[in-house]
């Protein structure tokens, strides 16, 4: 498969994808040669420790090398919703995730913060991330992608992207994220009572499993933005993994639709879809 290169490069922990103003043109991004990779951080507003992992995804920027490819997520868990505070990011989708990349890297402990770099889990206490993306970064990419985006006349966002994967890869499977900055919540119990946290990169709405079939996936759909939300804090992101070992083939993102005009504020509510990531390891275990 030939691959073209990226139409646009990015520092990680820049947004991905500031979303453009309704009805206007559409912008687009290709994947390019190198594998871009996604720093996924699991984490809860429940959890004493997350904080500031929270706060080291936020800053990821720094901690890379000039011109590193990355794309972070914080994906809220809900298993922490019980003792005492209930995240209101959290979602089990990401719970079912997070455990199935677990088991994927052939360990079976699930806590919070837990990070994993393009499906490759870092040891607790482990300050590898820099060192993992640039690994990450050095290998050819094991597939491509195509994201181009635009906003409807009624405010929501549509998506046309398209996956493939060359022959012998294994079964993949697309994924899209749309995640939200500046988020602050003030924490009235539990673990961090009393304190006011600030979150970046949250994941809002999440898209996938879409199986490639014959190598190839595509979406073309609209996607009402999280209510309340402004288009210059919310983020796109859209990435390959290989369904059976966890490992991210390609990842891809853009900020080329950017609006400075736009003013920024926070979003309050968010939507996401069914577990369709939960109903398709039930029918593809393994």
């Known amino acids: 498969m030939e691959f073209r290169t990226a139409a646009i490069l990015f520092l990680a922990g820049i947004p991905a994808v500031a979303l453009p103003a309704a009805g206007s043109a559409a912008c687009s991004v290709h994947s390019g040669q190198r594998t871009a990779a996604l720093v996924e951080l699991y984490t809860s507003e429940g959890c004493s420790s997350c904080p500031p992992a929270d706060q080291k995804l936020a800053r990821l920027p720094q901690a890379l090398e000039p011109g590193a490819e990355?794309?972070?997520?914080?994906?809220?868990?809900?298993?922490?919703?019980?003792?005492?505070?209930?995240?209101?990011?959290?979602?089990?989708?990401?719970?079912?995730?997070?455990?199935?990349?677990?088991?994927?890297?052939?360990?079976?402990?699930?806590?919070?913060?837990?990070?994993?770099?393009?499906?490759?889990?870092?040891?607790?206490?482990?300050?590898?991330?820099?060192?993992?993306?640039?690994?990450?970064?050095?290998?050819?990419?094991?597939?491509?992608?195509?994201?181009?985006?635009?906003?409807?006349?009624?405010?929501?966002?549509?998506?046309?992207?398209?996956?493939?994967?060359?022959?012998?890869?294994?079964?993949?499977?697309?994924y899209l994220a749309l995640a939200e900055n500046g988020l602050v919540s003030k924490v009235l119990r539990g673990e961090n009572g009393g304190l006011t946290l600030t979150h970046a990169h949250v994941a809002r709405t999440w898209i996938g499993p879409i199986v490639l079939t014959d190598g190839t996936a595509q979406v073309h759909r609209e996607m009402p933005l999280p209510g309340g939300a402004v288009p210059a804090q919310l983020e796109l992101v859209a990435f390959v993994e290989d369904e059976?070992?966890?490992?991210?083939?390609?990842?891809?993102?853009?900020?080329?639709?950017?609006?400075?005009?736009?003013?920024?504020?926070?979003?309050?509510?968010?939507s996401v879809p069914g577990s369709e990531f939960e109903q398709f390891h039930q029918a593809n275990p393994g």
Not at 99 to 120: C, I, K, Q, R
Not at 244 to 270: D, M, N, W, Y
């Open 70 to 174: 990355a794309f972070a997520l914080a994906l809220h868990v809900n298993y922490w919703d019980s003792i005492g505070w209930q995240d209101p990011y959290a979602q089990s989708v990401f719970s079912e995730r997070q455990s199935w990349l677990v088991h994927a890297n052939h360990h079976d402990v699930v806590y919070t913060p837990h990070f994993f770099v393009s499906g490759t889990e870092l040891s607790p206490g482990q300050d590898g991330l820099r060192d993992e993306v640039i690994r990450v970064n050095a290998r050819p990419a094991k597939a491509e992608i195509q994201l181009t985006s635009s906003r409807t006349s009624n405010g929501a966002l549509m998506l046309d992207v398209v996956a493939h994967a060359p022959e012998g890869v294994g079964p993949a499977a697309l």
């Open 244 to 270: 059976h070992t966890g490992k991210i083939l390609q990842a891809v993102g853009s900020q080329a639709c950017a609006r400075p005009e736009i003013p920024v504020s926070r979003a309050t509510e968010f």
